[in-house]
């Protein structure tokens, strides 16, 4: 079920309106309602690595509780001390409602408590990856589900654009002539998305990398054979596809975060694994070179390298602006932010007057996040994705097994990729995206602990493998 959900998430509109994310927020809560029922019958149980996750999961839980208290009613007195901003804002709807009630740290409570349930449906996704992939196997089949996804979009997405076919969903017009956009609105969040799935494709492909030395021309001939009938062919035609429908979304920073992270994880995994093999660089080389060089080039990359090399300064002040502007909420909200989910309310007062569009998003995640939940809120968040990022890491320099090690080499990836991405963009914003993320933080908490006793203890199971114990989540 996590799976399917994996896949679906991104078709309608990227799960970006009420309606979608409902289904969404339904799916993944109905998900976690079949986990407990085994639990109940005792057919399912957390395994090790939920018990090595526990910083991970003490932060969540503390996110959760933090958004809580911003949509909670509270003493006005408590709310002044708290953040005084908000308290007089309230005082002044107040006076016209008539006063005499509690009041809140979010200037809009309705659009926290909304912002609460996305994330706590997120949450619960962090925690089914790690409840219910209790095996190698499991892990191979999500990261799968992760790369299906992305070629679904990428499939859909570039036959739309060469077909030259705008629609119009549910009245949101989609412009699939001028770019590959998928089932979103904007190209920006399926470049996003691509650069996450390309990432976790990329890792699999790493973790079937053999660093054989070939004897002789029938030992290479040989291996090629069992290349092109194995999965890793398919595999690799999977990520090419992918590549063209990221060159096709036209998205300058999408383009630019993807290939950075690429030779940035590639070098730091030369670094940091003294068992990476020789074919991570012929890999990552052949990324870079085949896939831009030759099939980028038939199908326009030279029109987005055209977009990034004719950006103007006032195409970065378009993007910078808003954020520039937004940080001066922090100087009346500092601690606990204006509420989840309450920028487009929050901005209107300090946007300049050079702005006259409206503004929904901040197109910078970090400026977002900080200013919708304050220093408190983006540094629990900010410890959420370091630490699994730092897991990852970890993964790559301690692990023996090839598996964890590329799986941790596709969430170091797109982490970075993201992190790039998000200081110009809002794809943490656009549900889809933000659930696959925080599945793509469980699996970086995967790697580095999945099998890991069994590694250590060098017994005859395959290193990094742990039993199914749950043949019904199979």
């Known amino acids: 079920m996590l799976a399917a959900l994996i896949v679906w998430a991104p078709f309608p509109l990227g799960s970006n309106r009420p309606w979608a994310w409902s289904i969404l927020e339904l799916g993944i809560f109905g998900a976690g ?3 407990l ?3 109940a019958r005792r057919e399912s149980f957390p395994g090790s690595v939920v018990r090595a996750a526990r910083p991970a999961f003490v932060l969540l839980a503390l996110w959760l509780l933090f958004l809580m208290l911003q949509w909670i009613p509270l003493p006005p007195a408590l709310v002044r001390t708290l953040s005084p901003r908000a308290a007089e804002l309230h005082a002044a709807a107040d006076y016209l409602l008539g006063g005499g009630r509690y009041i809140t740290l979010s200037i809009d409570p309705h659009a926290s408590f909304v912002f609460w349930l996305k994330h706590c449906a ?3 996704g962090f925690a089914l990856t790690l409840l219910l992939v209790r095996g190698r196997t499991r892990l191979a089949w999500l990261c799968g589900a992760i790369v299906a996804s992305g070629l679904l979009q990428a499939f859909y997405g570039s036959f739309m654009h060469l077909a030259r076919i705008d629609v119009e969903v549910l009245g949101m017009p989609i412009h699939h002539t001028a770019q590959a956009s998928g089932g979103y609105v904007n190209r920006n969040h ?15 492909m790493v973790a079937q990398l053999e660093d054989r030395p070939r004897r ?7 291996d090629t054979a069992r290349l092109l009938l194995s999965g890793r062919a398919m595999l690799r035609l999977v990520l090419v596809i992918m590549v063209v429908a990221l060159v096709m979304t036209r998205s300058r920073m999408g383009n630019t975060a993807f290939f950075a992270s690429l030779l940035v994880t590639g070098a730091s995994a ?4 003294r068992h990476a093999p020789r074919g991570t660089v012929i890999l990552i080389a052949s990324l870079i070179v085949v896939d831009l060089a030759l099939i980028g080039t038939w199908f326009g990359v030279e029109r987005t390298v055209q977009r990034i090399t004719e950006t103007t300064v006032q195409n970065v002040e378009d993007r910078v602006d808003p954020s520039v502007y937004a940080i001066k909420i922090l100087d009346e909200y500092p601690l606990f932010g204006t509420g989840g989910g309450t ?5 209107a007062p300090y946007r300049g007057q050079d702005i006259p569009d409206y503004y929904d998003h901040a197109h910078n995640d970090y400026v977002q996040f900080l200013t919708d939940t304050g220093i408190i809120g983006g540094t629990l968040l900010g410890l959420l994705v370091l630490s699994s990022f730092i897991a990852a890491v970890l993964a790559q320099a301690r692990r023996r097994d090839p598996f964890t090690r590329g799986i941790a080499f596709g969430v170091v990836m797109g982490i970075l990729a993201i ?5 110009v963009d809002f794809n943490l914003q656009i549900p889809a995206n933000a659930f696959i993320f925080m599945i793509l933080l469980a699996i970086g908490w995967q790697s580095l602990y999945l099998g890991r006793k069994s590694e250590k203890s060098g017994s005859g199971r395959k290193s990094g493998s742990e039993p199914d114990l749950n043949p019904a989540a199979k």
């Open 33 to 35: 309602l079949l986990w």
């Open 37 to 39: 029922a085994g639990w």
């Open 122 to 124: 997120y949450a619960l």
């Open 190 to 204: 399926l470049a996003g998305l691509l650069e996450m799935c390309l990432a976790v494709g990329i890792g699999l």
């Open 216 to 222: 002789s021309w029938h030992d290479f001939l040989q």
């Open 270 to 273: 030369l670094v940091l694994s």
């Open 343 to 347: 920028f487009y309310t929050a901005f």
């Open 419 to 423: 992190g790039i991405h998000s200081a």
